[in-house]
């Protein structure tokens, strides 16, 4: 009787992972290259999988807040080696108009983000942040660091004090005209004068886009993000923020992040690499890079070496 029942579990033990491995064919992959949506807790995400599907995934987190994806497309080259999940964040563009501004909070970005990532079913991935991407990548991490084995923070936002600091150096470089528009703006708190959005413009090709933009799927147009959103979070002015984002700071917390990391910025980027490299310093054994002629949009203004510099990195760590 024991050997008969002995015989059965060892058939049994032969037979389960045909089982498993018919199981697994048999469902279909949730990352399947190609356009998608998904229901998240009442809203609805879409998103993009560029690559085989197969591949180690990359979480992209566009910047904003109220941004769309639309830039992260100028990084598709790496869709050669990894699988890229392209996606417009709760509320903004292809995923709805957010309007309700008590649900524009970091913990709700959060919340919904591990609500799609657990959507999706992705158990092992990699982070990238650009911009506002790179907080919510941040504060994503320090919440539900499971799952994520490495992250790509692109000119990152870890402390408003620090960015609007970075700001008012940057300002110095520019005309002394310019300047004084920019002041006479803060101070008013006036941001729709012709004078301010030249201004505006000035720093915008010195520091955000200095090149042409690279374009993205010609079969998606580029849609709108969420203006309410980056005014009520950030406020009217680059170079201040007046909103629920003015007091973000998370210096104190770099030393939590466990995972390889690479702080990436452009050499003209409004994160100036000085202030990139200090973040790098908190991060023990955190990885730091300089795209070289490039601002803020460094996908746009140097991908090649932006997308060069990721590869490197990831390659480095066994990716």
């Known amino acids: ?55 180690t995934p990359i979480l992209m987190l566009h910047g904003g807040p109220g941004g769309t994806s639309y830039s992260m497309y100028a990084l598709s080259p790496l869709a050669d080696d990894y699988t890229l999940i392209l996606f417009d964040q709760v ?55 499971e799952g994520i084995q490495a992250m790509i923070m692109n000119s990152p936002l870890v402390s408003t004090d620090y960015w609007m600091k970075d700001a008012d150096t940057l300002i110095a470089t520019l005309p002394d005209t310019v300047q004084q528009i920019i002041k006479k703006s803060n101070a008013e708190a006036q941001y729709d004068s012709p004078e301010y959005q030249y201004a505006k413009w000035v720093h915008y090709k010195n520091f955000i886009s200095r090149g042409e933009r690279v374009a993205g799927p010609d079969s998606l147009k580029r849609v709108p993000g969420n203006r309410l959103m980056y005014l009520y979070m950030w406020g009217p002015s680059e170079f201040r923020s007046t909103g629920t984002l003015q007091d973000y700071d998370r210096l104190d917390r770099l030393n939590e992040l466990v995972v390889p990391v690479l702080w990436i910025t452009g050499e003209y980027d409004e994160a100036r690499p000085a202030t990139v490299k200090y973040f790098h310093t908190l991060d023990p054994g955190s990885d730091f890079a300089v795209i070289p002629d490039a601002g803020h949009g460094t996908m746009h203004d140097n991908q090649a070496d932006n997308v060069r510099l990721i590869r490197e990195f990831l390659g480095k760590h066994g990716w």
């Open 91 to 145: 509320g903004t563009g292809r995923s709805g108009n957010l309007q309700d501004t008590s649900l524009m909070r970091m913990d709700y970005f959060v919340d919904q983000l591990h609500a799609f990532v657990e959507s999706l079913g992705l158990k092992d991935y990699i982070v990238y942040g650009h911009s506002w991407g790179t907080m919510l990548a941040l504060d994503y991490y320090l919440e539900h660091p």
């Open 1 to 55: 009787m024991h050997r008969k029942k002995a015989m059965m579990q060892k058939q049994l033990l032969v037979l389960l992972p045909l089982f498993w491995l018919l199981t697994a064919c048999a469902q279909p992959s949730l990352l399947t290259p190609g356009l998608a949506k998904a229901e998240i807790n009442g809203d609805t995400i879409w998103y993009h999988v560029v690559g085989d599907g197969n591949s």
